[in-house]
């Protein structure tokens, strides 16, 4: 069993009510340990699209990083995820943050998240719900990332789960 940490996002529709149902649909693949809040996010990269909604999940799974990145796509498409502009508008999002201390790289995954040191709507929610999580690469914390990341991008939480 392995303890991995997921980021969600939404930016169309009922935002929360998309991550909601995520969280629900993720017990197919594992058993959710922890939620963090629901927090309200500019974009970034492509600003000219609606505020996102995103937050973080610890997920117990016994699959394999490729299983689970897999079945995580599933779940975008059956949800109705378009990819129809990179990092442009979508209903749903789904990242493999951290997946235990395991570190990947390969042509379809790369663990730990390439980007997710450079990013207030990942860290934030993530550090809520564990702080102390070890990046593997960059020997940190969650919590040491997040307290030297360079101001910028706005990020409210807006509510609990």
Known sequence: MALVYLSMGSNLGDREGQLREVIRRLGTVGRVVSISSLYET????????????????????????????????????????????????????????????EVIESAGLTIPHPAMQGRRFVLEPLAEIAPEAWHPVLGKTVRELLDTLRPGQSVRKIENL
């Open 42 to 101: 500019e974009p970034v990269e492509m600003t000219d699209q609606p505020w996102f909604v995103n937050c973080a999940v610890a997920l117990e799974t016994d699959r394999t990083p490729n299983q689970l990145m897999r079945e995580l796509l599933d779940i975008e498409e059956r949800m109705g995820r378009q990819r129809v502009q990179k990092k442009g508008p979508r209903s749903i999002d789904l990242d493999i943050l951290l997946f235990g201390n």
